[in-house]
């Protein structure tokens, strides 16, 4: 059998500099743990908009298409802000999503305990948390036609549209449900029912989907502003959340900045089974491009190694491996081991990118 | 000159309680600093269903066009959650917004010094916060047409519009810009313009508004996942935010939570002048209607409250006699009055909602 393949689509701003500490982590499991994948890389976002025009080439789409995995680093920056909104590096990105047809965005919001004190929430409310947002991500009004600027007596128009099927619903929500199943059975799925009917489908098919197959997971539903509200006073009272494309936008961001510790934060992005029975996927750190730190050397590379992570569990049955290199992470983290995002107001001499690339690698 | 007039909805659970002590509040008013209102009663929401099959009645909608200001108390209740869509208790509160044309709804989230220790954010993140969000309130894919629910291929597909034409969103920022320049003279505004057309027009009429007549204001943009977190991470950073109806539900209960007292928080909503030159205008808490506690007095009046202050300060011209109310409320607080929610782990004895408001009327 032929090695599991990865196309890596390193990006913008730090996504580069995570990228190679990633690359070292993926050399260590081939060297190390007998985990040897095939690996090739291409340009996505603003980088492929200098190299070719556009921010994700069709070539590019197409080895996308064919690998086992994606992993992402970052797309963006100021130098792109002022491009037409088609060639926009965002639009590789959603372009990715789309056509890999990536349905069920997994976000998880975890607190370290050795960083619960960076949070800009009181400890206690924070230490421990471990939610774990389910967002659907190739429908609604990413994605909804017909959209655009117009004229209409004489005045701009813009227009966005909210569309979802019963099957989308049902896809993300039963992605969800199965989820909860590995956790603590507990679901929330969140929508304005209250205003939105697109909200009242949503509510419908989650509780059909609940009661026709996952009825013994434990349901319950929320108004997304009641969700935002409820996840700053009290987030872990959450397990599984199960969003739409738009409000899990804002939620997993949320739910994110909660923890403290963006820059550990990773997403796996899911699909439907290929003809080898893994998913679709492709996996990047919640972080941005942070482009006013890019290119120092400072940036955290563990969002995006733990992003690996979730590829060795969702994309290769390698539950274990992806542990060990969990385990591995927390253990440098309560060693000590800080980039400059995760040091406290006491100071210190932060460690470069490639300096937390060595000390995890150490620890594995 | 005749009195000015107020229309009272106290609506459902806790609204007609809290209701009851803004009543006293104005009849205080009308003792001892010589501004008398004329005050007519009706219905909305579960109650005006339960009384006429509809959550607003025409009736009560053409008195609320008539009057200078109305007072409302919460809307809904677990008792309507089955009801058909267009007889909800939100259907009342939303058609009051749309036929008044209230589009700037003004939620401040304050940080009360006293209170600073109930919130979930450490206290040096929030003492002291003070932010107004501007979000338009009648239009966006809250009224968005097309809309509703349908059958395509035999599937059921949800739709719902975002929509937003370049006068509302004109109108909506000179709000926001007129507001800011009364406070710190500092605007955020916030879009999904990366993903999104219509945030896209936001985002360029904001603009042009602030060349055309504002660019005195220091004004930035931000994407609204991202302000959600900036909301979370350092809320302090923050004066006037503009926004639109449904980032702004999301936002403004986000940044309400912030304050840990989302029993104070009032809100405005405003829409354009009348013939006597006042604002068509709605005032309500930012709280719901809180159907566990409702009935037993123990819900906070404050918020509510502090909502007729917003009256007596954007439709009566009464700054003089807003701040002395809003002293009051403060100085209640220093004094450690405190209802059910604003209590601590240390315990004690909450005052009901009638010693709320007695103890305010002492202040007075
Ligand atoms: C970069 C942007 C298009 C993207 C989104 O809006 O989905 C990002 O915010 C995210 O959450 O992955
Ligand atoms: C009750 C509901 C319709 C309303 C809204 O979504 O606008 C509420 O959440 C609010 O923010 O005032």
Redesign the pocket.
């Given at each position: 059998m032929s090695n599991p393949s990865l196309l890596i689509l390193a990006g913008d701003g730090i996504g580069p500099e995570v990228m190679d500490e990633v690359k070292r982590i993926i050399n260590w499991f081939g060297d190390k743990r007998d985990l040897t994948f095939d690996v090739s890389e291409d340009l996505v976002g603003g980088a492929a908009y200098d190299a070719h025009g556009v921010p994700l080439h069709d070539d590019t789409m197409a080895k996308a298409q064919e690998v086992d995995a994606v992993l992402l680093g970052a797309v963006g920056g100021p130098k792109y802000d002022d491009l037409d909104f088609s060639v926009k590096p965002e639009r590789g990105l959603l372009r990715l999503r789309k056509e890999m047809d990536l349905f069920a965005n997994l976000r998880p919001a975890q607190c370290f305990d050795a960083l619960a004190d960076f949070s800009s929430l009181k400890r206690d409310i924070v230490a421990g948390l471990d939610i774990m947002i389910v967002r659907e991500l190739t429908s609604g009004v990413y994605f909804g036609e017909p959209r655009g600027i117009h004229m209409e007596d004489n005045m701009r128009v813009g227009v966005n549209t909210q569309r979802y099927t019963e099957a989308e619903i049902e896809r993300a929500a039963r992605a969800a449900f199965e989820l909860a199943r590995k956790r603590s059975n507990k679901l929330c799925s969140m929508e304005?029912a209250?205003?939105m009917e697109s909200g009242i489908l949503w509510r419908d098919v989650v509780n059909e989907v609940h009661q026709a197959d996952y009825a013994d997971v434990e349901l319950s539903h929320m108004?997304a502003?009641n969700g935002a509200m409820q996840l700053v006073r009290a987030p872990k009272q959450f397990d599984v959340i199960l969003t739409d494309n738009l409000f899990g936008d804002i939620l997993s961001d949320c739910a994110a900045m909660l923890t403290g510790s963006l820059g550990m934060l990773p997403s796996a992005s899911l699909g439907l089974p290929m003809a080898n029975g893994r998913p679709k996927a492709m996996y990047e750190p919640v972080h941005g491009s942070a482009p006013d730190i890019a290119g120092q050397g400072k940036a955290n590379p563990i969002a995006c190694i733990l992003s690996f992570a979730m590829a060795l569990r969702y994309s290769f049955d390698e539950g274990a491996e992806a542990d060990r290199l969990e385990a591995a992470i927390e253990k440098v983290l309560a060693d000590g081991a800080r980039t400059g995002d995760l040091m406290g107001p006491e100071g210190g001499t932060p460690l470069s990118t490639t300096q937390m690339g060595d000390v995890i690698i150490e620890a594995l």
């Open positions: 304005k209250n205003v108004y502003d």
